[in-house]
């Protein structure tokens, strides 16, 4: 039982603890916590990671501990993370290499005018073997929602979901072909078995929510659809990808838009020039901003003031000044007001 679970890691004879978010929302303590490492680091919010360091450092007592080492693992950086490795604040270790065998995807913006010719080559696909992701913005069209609560692109575009698109794809688009659908509404064992059907080949296409954005390894899926494409994150679009191209054949990204606004097309296109996660975050650092270090906004423009994030000679000579400042003087006694603007610091902000 969970509460079994506790008093063990609380006794430390547990040495390896792996949990969801219930690692951070529990009343949890570790006798000698050492490491704590974040996987998908983009999918916490910046007070969810706050919550993560403080349970980490706390023990028996109550009291404050050495904070263990710290490890934050994604695909895709969120803003706000890249800023803070620019602060020097982050240490960062790139993998840039593709697993061996790899082939890298190709990625298409399409037009609707072109949707049916991307019909007709997920056809062609599934003929030769292969099996295919559609992606949607959300399950099912909400009926409750008021027009006028819609936006103005809500109002001018489709927004494209699951159940829609399974009745269109299933009865008019490829009636001859076995398609199921995955949302986060389903129970967990139909979850499983449908995952399991897609997994066995015995699905030819799949057709989701984002619940299929991590943690999904099907070698023989080479086609990702994903509508709507501009309803979603960059690093979002980029773990879709991540789904396919995961075997030795050749695999595609389609990105299908209504919308022509200057924005989306930016933003897409983007994912067209990035060859990893690291340099798309970069361009959404970019497009977006790195969002807030004092609140909890992870994009848009940043609360702390500085020429420019790219201009790394200037932010390089700070780093050596700081650094070379705290050598000399580590406890700061001779520059009381920067040791208090740091204690000031440290009661809003954490470093992840």
């Not at 509404?185 to 080949?201: V, Y």
């Not at 983007?270 to 790195?290: V, Y």
Request: aromatic share 6%; with cysteine.
């Amino acid at each position: 039982s969970k509460k079994d679970l506790l008093k063990e890691i609380k006794n430390g004879r547990i040495d390896i603890a792996m949990g969801t978010h219930s690692l951070i929302t529990e009343k949890i303590a570790f006798k000698n916590l050492a490491l704590a490492i974040v996987d998908e680091q983009h999918r916490f919010g910046v007070e969810q990671r706050a919550a993560l360091q403080k349970n980490i450092a706390r023990i028996d007592d109550g009291q404050e501990r050495t904070i263990p080492h710290l490890l934050s693992m994604t695909a895709t950086p969120i803003p706000r993370t890249l800023a803070l490795t620019i602060f020097g604040d982050l240490d960062v270790s790139l993998l840039d290499q593709m697993p061996k065998g790899r082939v890298r995807i190709i990625t298409k913006i399409v037009a609707p005018r072109d949707r049916q010719q991307t019909y007709e080559f997920i056809r062609q696909e599934i003929k030769n073997g292969r099996q295919a992701f559609v992606v949607c913005p959300r399950i099912e069209s909400d009926p409750d929602t008021e027009i006028s609560q819609l936006t103005a692109d809500d109002k001018k575009l489709e927004i494209k979901t699951v159940t829609e698109e399974y009745r269109k794809l299933s009865s008019q688009i490829f009636p001859e072909l076995k398609i199921e659908m995955l949302h986060g509404r389903l129970k967990a064992a139909e979850k499983e078995k449908i995952m399991s059907n897609f997994k066995d080949g015995r699905t030819d296409i799949l057709i989701s929510t984002s619940v299929i954005e991590v943690g999904i390894d099907v070698p023989n899926a080479t086609v990702m659809m994903i509508e709507g494409a501009d309803r979603f994150g960059l690093a979002q679009l980029h773990q879709f990808r991540g789904r396919i191209g995961r075997g030795e054949h050749q695999s595609y990204c389609f990105l299908l838009t209504d919308s022509f606004s200057l924005k989306t097309r930016q933003r897409l296109k983007a994912m067209l020039a990035a060859k990893n996660g690291f340099e798309l975050a970069q361009l959404d650092l970019e497009l977006r901003g790195p969002g807030q270090f004092y609140g909890t906004r992870q994009w848009g423009l940043p609360d702390l003031s500085m020429a420019s994030l790219n201009d790394l000679l200037l932010i390089k000579a700070c780093q050596y000044e700081a650094a070379k400042l705290l050598q000399n003087d580590p406890k700061l006694k001779k520059y009381p007001s920067i040791a208090d603007r740091i204690k000031e610091f440290k009661l809003t902000i954490h470093l992840e």
